[in-house]
Protein backbone atom coordinates (compact mmCIF):
# COMPACT_ATOMS: atom_id res chain seq x y z
CA UNK A 1 0.00 0.00 0.00
CA UNK A 2 1.13 3.38 -1.01
CA UNK A 3 2.49 5.52 1.97
CA UNK A 4 3.49 9.39 2.41
CA UNK A 5 4.21 10.45 5.98
CA UNK A 6 4.97 14.19 7.15
CA UNK A 7 6.38 14.31 10.28
CA UNK A 8 3.66 16.11 12.54
CA UNK A 9 -0.05 16.35 12.19
CA UNK A 10 -0.48 19.34 14.26
CA UNK A 11 2.68 22.14 15.11
CA UNK A 12 2.88 25.08 16.88
CA UNK A 13 5.88 27.62 16.33
CA UNK A 14 6.34 31.09 17.32
CA UNK A 15 7.14 33.75 15.15
CA UNK A 16 10.61 33.80 13.74
CA UNK A 17 11.54 30.53 14.72
CA UNK A 18 12.79 28.34 11.87
CA UNK A 19 10.70 25.67 10.97
CA UNK A 20 11.37 21.92 9.22
CA UNK A 21 8.69 20.04 8.09
CA UNK A 22 9.34 16.56 6.87
CA UNK A 23 7.64 14.36 4.26
CA UNK A 24 8.68 10.80 3.67
CA UNK A 25 7.23 8.75 0.55
CA UNK A 26 7.91 4.69 -0.06
CA UNK A 27 6.68 4.57 -3.18
CA UNK A 28 10.14 5.21 -4.87
CA UNK A 29 8.77 8.21 -6.82
CA UNK A 30 10.70 10.94 -8.45
CA UNK A 31 8.75 13.45 -8.00
CA UNK A 32 7.57 15.43 -4.79
CA UNK A 33 5.72 18.32 -3.86
CA UNK A 34 4.96 20.72 -1.28
CA UNK A 35 1.29 22.98 -1.24
CA UNK A 36 -0.17 25.38 1.26
CA UNK A 37 -3.77 24.69 1.88
CA UNK A 38 -6.05 27.96 2.97
CA UNK A 39 -10.27 28.45 3.07
CA UNK A 40 -10.84 29.67 -0.54
CA UNK A 41 -7.60 29.67 -2.01
CA UNK A 42 -7.77 25.81 -2.58
CA UNK A 43 -4.28 23.98 -2.82
CA UNK A 44 -1.38 26.36 -3.83
CA UNK A 45 2.33 24.63 -4.97
CA UNK A 46 5.04 26.47 -2.94
CA UNK A 47 7.97 24.14 -4.24
CA UNK A 48 8.33 20.47 -6.27
CA UNK A 49 11.15 18.30 -6.56
CA UNK A 50 11.74 15.92 -9.65
CA UNK A 51 14.99 14.33 -8.61
CA UNK A 52 17.09 13.89 -5.59
CA UNK A 53 19.10 17.58 -5.03
CA UNK A 54 16.70 19.31 -7.78
CA UNK A 55 14.14 21.43 -6.80
CA UNK A 56 11.81 23.79 -9.12
CA UNK A 57 9.61 27.18 -7.19
CA UNK A 58 5.97 26.59 -7.40
CA UNK A 59 3.73 29.24 -7.05
CA UNK A 60 4.43 31.03 -3.88
CA UNK A 61 7.74 30.02 -3.05
CA UNK A 62 8.81 33.20 -0.93
CA UNK A 63 8.95 32.49 2.42
CA UNK A 64 10.02 28.70 2.07
CA UNK A 65 12.86 26.37 1.08
CA UNK A 66 13.28 22.70 0.25
CA UNK A 67 15.80 20.14 0.32
CA UNK A 68 15.62 17.18 -1.35
CA UNK A 69 18.84 14.98 -0.39
CA UNK A 70 17.36 11.68 -0.51
CA UNK A 71 15.00 10.42 -3.26
CA UNK A 72 12.35 9.07 -0.54
CA UNK A 73 12.80 12.41 1.59
CA UNK A 74 11.52 16.04 0.86
CA UNK A 75 11.93 18.60 3.57
CA UNK A 76 9.84 22.42 3.68
CA UNK A 77 12.06 24.89 5.30
CA UNK A 78 10.61 28.23 6.80
CA UNK A 79 13.33 29.73 7.66
CA UNK A 80 11.54 32.53 10.09
CA UNK A 81 8.01 31.48 10.49
CA UNK A 82 5.35 34.42 10.38
CA UNK A 83 1.62 34.66 11.24
CA UNK A 84 0.69 34.37 7.57
CA UNK A 85 2.26 31.17 6.94
CA UNK A 86 -0.20 29.66 9.38
CA UNK A 87 -1.80 26.93 7.10
CA UNK A 88 -2.00 23.22 6.44
CA UNK A 89 0.66 22.06 4.48
CA UNK A 90 0.61 19.16 2.59
CA UNK A 91 3.52 16.96 0.94
CA UNK A 92 2.54 14.59 -2.13
CA UNK A 93 4.88 12.54 -4.57
CA UNK A 94 4.31 10.91 -7.82
CA UNK A 95 6.11 8.80 -10.01
CA UNK A 96 7.93 10.09 -12.82
CA UNK A 97 7.83 9.69 -16.70
CA UNK A 98 5.81 11.54 -19.34
CA UNK A 99 2.31 9.65 -18.57
CA UNK A 100 1.49 9.42 -14.44
CA UNK A 101 -0.02 12.35 -12.96
CA UNK A 102 -1.44 10.96 -10.24
CA UNK A 103 -0.34 12.47 -6.88
CA UNK A 104 -0.04 10.81 -3.59
CA UNK A 105 -0.88 13.01 -0.22
CA UNK A 106 -0.04 12.60 3.31
CA UNK A 107 -2.35 13.46 5.94
CA UNK A 108 -1.70 16.99 5.97
CA UNK A 109 0.46 19.18 8.79
CA UNK A 110 -1.68 21.74 10.34
CA UNK A 111 1.10 24.64 11.27
CA UNK A 112 0.39 27.39 13.28
CA UNK A 113 2.16 30.51 14.49
CA UNK A 114 1.66 32.69 16.89
CA UNK B 1 -2.33 31.22 -10.42
CA UNK B 2 -5.58 29.09 -10.21
CA UNK B 3 -6.62 26.91 -13.28
CA UNK B 4 -9.41 25.23 -11.99
CA UNK B 5 -12.62 26.81 -10.81
CA UNK B 6 -14.95 24.22 -8.90
CA UNK B 7 -18.90 24.80 -9.30
CA UNK B 8 -20.82 24.92 -7.12
CA UNK B 9 -18.63 25.89 -4.21
CA UNK B 10 -20.75 23.96 -1.53
CA UNK B 11 -23.66 21.47 -2.25
CA UNK B 12 -26.50 19.56 0.15
CA UNK B 13 -28.08 16.43 -1.58
CA UNK B 14 -29.90 13.70 0.53
CA UNK B 15 -28.76 10.02 0.38
CA UNK B 16 -29.18 8.12 -2.81
CA UNK B 17 -29.27 11.78 -5.13
CA UNK B 18 -26.68 12.16 -7.61
CA UNK B 19 -24.29 15.01 -7.21
CA UNK B 20 -22.74 16.66 -10.37
CA UNK B 21 -19.78 19.56 -9.70
CA UNK B 22 -18.11 21.29 -12.60
CA UNK B 23 -14.68 22.76 -13.10
CA UNK B 24 -13.50 25.11 -15.34
CA UNK B 25 -10.06 26.17 -16.36
CA UNK B 26 -8.49 28.83 -18.63
CA UNK B 27 -5.72 27.43 -20.91
CA UNK B 28 -5.53 24.68 -22.65
CA UNK B 29 -4.57 21.42 -20.75
CA UNK B 30 -2.97 17.76 -20.90
CA UNK B 31 -4.58 15.97 -18.60
CA UNK B 32 -7.28 16.79 -16.00
CA UNK B 33 -8.30 14.93 -12.35
CA UNK B 34 -10.51 14.92 -9.57
CA UNK B 35 -9.14 14.36 -5.68
CA UNK B 36 -11.59 13.64 -3.03
CA UNK B 37 -10.38 15.38 0.67
CA UNK B 38 -12.34 14.13 3.53
CA UNK B 39 -12.45 16.61 6.18
CA UNK B 40 -8.82 17.58 7.61
CA UNK B 41 -6.94 14.76 5.38
CA UNK B 42 -4.70 14.77 2.78
CA UNK B 43 -6.56 14.43 -1.08
CA UNK B 44 -7.09 11.23 -2.88
CA UNK B 45 -6.94 10.64 -6.39
CA UNK B 46 -9.77 9.50 -8.30
CA UNK B 47 -9.50 9.32 -11.52
CA UNK B 48 -7.95 10.84 -14.48
CA UNK B 49 -9.09 11.92 -17.63
CA UNK B 50 -6.85 12.88 -20.57
CA UNK B 51 -7.33 15.76 -23.13
CA UNK B 52 -8.30 13.41 -25.95
CA UNK B 53 -10.87 11.96 -23.94
CA UNK B 54 -14.64 12.94 -23.50
CA UNK B 55 -16.08 10.27 -20.93
CA UNK B 56 -14.83 7.95 -18.23
CA UNK B 57 -16.09 6.12 -15.63
CA UNK B 58 -14.46 4.40 -12.29
CA UNK B 59 -17.84 2.87 -10.44
CA UNK B 60 -20.42 5.17 -9.40
CA UNK B 61 -18.37 8.10 -10.60
CA UNK B 62 -18.64 9.60 -14.04
CA UNK B 63 -16.02 12.13 -15.54
CA UNK B 64 -17.03 14.31 -18.43
CA UNK B 65 -14.11 16.82 -20.29
CA UNK B 66 -15.45 19.37 -22.77
CA UNK B 67 -11.93 21.07 -24.29
CA UNK B 68 -13.59 22.99 -26.33
CA UNK B 69 -15.84 24.93 -23.65
CA UNK B 70 -12.42 24.32 -21.19
CA UNK B 71 -14.49 22.38 -18.72
CA UNK B 72 -15.11 18.98 -17.03
CA UNK B 73 -18.02 18.12 -15.11
CA UNK B 74 -17.92 15.25 -12.03
CA UNK B 75 -20.88 12.96 -11.27
CA UNK B 76 -21.43 10.67 -8.20
CA UNK B 77 -24.25 8.62 -8.53
CA UNK B 78 -26.35 7.16 -5.80
CA UNK B 79 -24.47 8.81 -3.24
CA UNK B 80 -23.66 7.93 0.30
CA UNK B 81 -23.21 9.75 3.10
CA UNK B 82 -19.45 8.61 2.93
CA UNK B 83 -19.19 10.80 0.15
CA UNK B 84 -19.32 13.87 2.50
CA UNK B 85 -16.01 15.31 1.65
CA UNK B 86 -14.39 17.93 -0.57
CA UNK B 87 -13.63 17.38 -4.19
CA UNK B 88 -10.73 19.44 -6.01
CA UNK B 89 -10.12 19.24 -9.77
CA UNK B 90 -6.44 19.66 -10.72
CA UNK B 91 -4.91 20.20 -14.13
CA UNK B 92 -1.67 19.18 -16.31
CA UNK B 93 -0.18 20.86 -19.14
CA UNK B 94 2.82 19.97 -21.25
CA UNK B 95 4.61 22.56 -19.54
CA UNK B 96 6.69 19.79 -17.69
CA UNK B 97 7.71 17.85 -14.70
CA UNK B 98 3.66 16.64 -14.18
CA UNK B 99 3.18 20.02 -12.41
CA UNK B 100 -0.46 19.93 -11.28
CA UNK B 101 -2.40 22.80 -10.35
CA UNK B 102 -5.42 22.63 -8.37
CA UNK B 103 -8.80 24.65 -7.92
CA UNK B 104 -10.54 25.81 -4.83
CA UNK B 105 -13.17 22.68 -4.68
CA UNK B 106 -16.60 21.92 -3.44
CA UNK B 107 -17.90 20.82 -0.47
CA UNK B 108 -20.51 18.24 -0.90
CA UNK B 109 -22.45 17.70 2.05
CA UNK B 110 -24.70 13.74 1.68
CA UNK B 111 -27.74 13.90 4.59
CA UNK B 112 -28.60 10.40 5.74
Known amino acids: DVKVTQSSRYLVKRTGEKVFLECVQD?????MFWYRQDPGLGLRLIYFSYDVKMKEKGDIPEGYSVSREKKERFSLILESASTNQTSMYLC?????????????FGPGTRLTVT | SQQGEEDPQALSIQEGENATMNCSYK?????LQWYRQNSGRGLVHLILIRSNEREKHSGRLRVTLDTSKKSSSLLITASRAADTASYFCATSNSGGYQKVTFGTGTKLQVIP
Open chain 1, 27 to 31: MDHEN
Open chain 2, 27 to 31: TSINN
Open chain 1, 92 to 104: ASSAGGPNYYEQY
